[in-house]
Each structure stands twice: as C-alpha cells, then as structure tokens.
C-alpha cells in the first residue's frame, strides 16, 4: 500500500497511536486523523491489519459485497480490502477530509492496478450527524474499528446504536451492516452489548453469530466476551514497524458481527445462502485448552447456548475425526455428542463436519 507522502510514520507516533486508541483511550473521538504523523502511522500499519482483518471476515462469514458505504473509512481499510474482493461502489464517510482524501487516492492506484473502473464518494461529517447518510443503498454498511470513538460505557453504546439504526435505511435490500470492534475486553464486551440492542430491536444476527438471542458470552459475567483471533502473513513492513515500536502483531483479534435490519430477510444476497436445512450449528469460539482430567476442550456456541465441548487428549478416533485441529469460529455441525456434565464431549458415535466459507475455501471437511 503507498505511503502518505506528506509524512513518513514514525516509531513513536505508531506507539503513541497504538496507547490513544487502545490502552489509555486518549486520542479516542479526538479527531487525531488530522495530524499527519497518526494519519501516516495509521495508514501504514493498521490499514494492514484492519484489511487482514477485513479479508479474514470475508472469509469466514462468505460475503461478498458490490457496493459499500464505509462508516469511520479512516485511510480506506474496509474498502480496499472489498475492492479486492471485487466490490466497485464507495461511499467513504469520515469527519477528518484529509484521510478521506488518502483513502481515495489509495482506491483510485489500487482499482488503475486492477484495470477495473470504481465509484467513489467521500463526504467528510461526524457520523451522528444527519448529513453522513447519503440517500441511496449499499449492499453493506461497514462500521470498522469507529463506533468505540463515539463516547463511552451505556451512553456509547446508546450513541452507536443510534448511529447503526439510522444507517439500516442506507441498506440495500437483502444487504447487512458490519460491525468490526477492537478486541480489548472493554471494547469488545461493548460491541456485543450493542449486537443485543440490536438483536432486541428485531435485528438479525447472521455471522458470526450461531446463537439467535442476547449474546451468550456478555449474560456469562463482566470477564467473560467474545472475540476472533487468528494467524496473518504479516507483511514484511509491518513486522519491521511492529519491531520498531515494541509492538506484537503476530496475530489479529477483533470482535464483529454482521446485521440484517428488520424486517429479517430469509437469505442475503451479500451472504451465501443458508444450507443448515434445520440442523442446529456451533461456532468455535475459543482455542484448544487442556484441562487438569488430560481433555482437550473448547468452548462452542450456538442454540444450546455457551458450552464446553472436549475429547481425551489421546482419543484416537476424536484425532480422526480432526477435534484437535479445529479452530477459533470455526462453523460446526455435531452429530451424536456425548452429554457431559455442562457440556459435551466427543464420544463413539460422535461425527463432527466444518461448514462454511472457511471449510470450502480449502479447508478439511471432517466427518
Ligand atoms: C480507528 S480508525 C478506523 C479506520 C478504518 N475504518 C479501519 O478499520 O482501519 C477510526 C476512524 O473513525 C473516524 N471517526 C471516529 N469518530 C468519528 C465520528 N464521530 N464521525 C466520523 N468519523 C469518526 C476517525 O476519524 C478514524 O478515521
């Protein structure tokens, strides 16, 4: 991805900008996409991960939208991850107009590589302002990593859900809003808080939620949330930038979800139909623990609510079957689980298959 050339990031910026948007919060809301020493920081590293990020849910969830309207665009992470996934309309909407301008000269040089003519609109505004809507439909409103900018505790969660009820008019029919949230337990808790607002206003949770109701994660108590992790090709100037600033970036966490406003559509355009035929599914949402008793255990989550499922360590068949090479939101349909106490186990008769996008995009279907 090319530079902002009117800065060059700098250790000390990217750490500074990693402690105001993550730990002590400071530059939160502050508007700091207008000095060019964040905006160049920004852009040069976590526009990476934010499209690694972006990819990964794309991946997992199996959606694949043609037009976007990118809520907090910031330097254009969600779009030029979509542009490469062959959407072709953006509407980028951020109150800082020097990023917006960055993000889309950036989708201007990505989509000239590409060979392939784009649609892009940039309205600089504050996304509780009335004027952010622009009065057509997209296929997906993306909210990444901007909603925890705007305030904070109950009263954030009220203002952001606000902000996602008045974008569901700016969703195309059969289209679905995004919600992507740093990991952090505060932050991530938050975002689910707000996933059950919606869900309680009649909004469908469709990935990577298996469970219809209030997210069973949040009702599990105040340490308790819900979040994706998994492995990246980290590009090479990233891990030099992450070296420079004390940062690890071996892996990408993140907290999202993906909503249909009401009323609920059976199937979405943007997303793959829905195969389940009534079969009840569970997503993996924790990685493989080992328990003192010698079982290897993960939590699962889905209709039944928020459970453990494990096998022994050893259990040959369980190895068979893949158990212990299951992964994080990992999409499962178990047959014949063996009722455990607080949970199941992988027993004789127990047969598991890995679904989804992730499963068909080269990964082992396991019976
Ligand atoms: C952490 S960046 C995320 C950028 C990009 N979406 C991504 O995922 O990498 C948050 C962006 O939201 C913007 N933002 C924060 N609060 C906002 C608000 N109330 N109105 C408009 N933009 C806002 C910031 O200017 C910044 O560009």
Not at 59 to 87: F, N, T, Y
Not at 291 to 313: D, E, I, Q, T
């Amino acid at each position: 991805m090319k530079r902002d050339r009117s800065s060059q990031a700098t250790p000390s910026a990217l750490l500074s900008l990693q402690r105001g948007l993550t730990g002590n919060r400071e530059l939160a809301g502050s508007g700091y996409m207008d000095d060019p020493a964040y905006r160049a920081a920004y852009a040069d590293y976590y526009r990476a991960v934010s499209m690694a990020q972006v990819a990964r849910i794309f991946a997992v969830s199996g959606i694949s939208p043609r037009s976007i309207l990118d809520m907090g665009a910031g330097p254009g992470s969600v779009s030029l991850e979509a542009l490469g996934s062959g959407a072709r309309e953006f509407h980028l909407v951020d109150s800082s107009r020097a990023v917006l301008e960055l993000a889309g000269s950036s989708l201007k040089n990505m989509a000239d590589r590409l060979g392939t003519a784009v649609s892009v609109t940039l309205t600089a505004s504050d996304l509780e302002a009335p004027g952010a809507y622009p009065a057509r439909a997209f296929d997906l409103v993306a909210f990444g990593h901007c909603l925890n900018e705007i305030g904070a505790g109950a009263d954030g969660v009220a203002r952001r859900l606000a902000v996602v009820r008045r974008a569901a008019s700016a969703i195309a029919p059969g289209g679905a809003a995004l919600i992507l949230e740093p990991a952090t337990l505060a932050s991530s808790r938050d975002a689910l808080a707000l996933r059950d607002a919606l869900v309680a206003e009649g909004w469908r949770a469709l990935s990577p939620c298996t469970a219809p109701g209030p997210c069973p994660a949040l009702t599990a108590g105040p340490s308790h949330t819900c979040h994706d992790e998994s492995a990246w090709d980290v590009p090479p100037e990233v891990r030099r930038q992450a070296e420079s600033a004390g940062l690890d970036r071996d892996l990408i966490k993140m907290t999202w979800f993906i909503v249909a406003p009401p009323p609920g559509i059976p199937s979405s355009p943007v997303l793959p139909p829905d195969d389940s035929s009534g079969y009840e599914e569970y997503r993996v949402v924790s990685m493989p623990m080992l328990n003192k008793g010698g079982r290897v255990r993960y939590l699962l989550c889905g209709p039944g609510g928020r459970f453990p499922f494990s096998a022994r360590k050893d259990d040959e068949a369980a190895r068979r079957a893949g158990f212990f090479s299951l992964g994080r939101y990992d999409l499962l349909r178990i047959e014949n689980p063996e009722i455990r106490e607080g949970g199941w186990g992988f027993g004789p008769g127990t047969s598991i298959r890995r679904l989804g996008a992730l499963a068909s995009a080269g990964g082992a279907v396991i019976v």
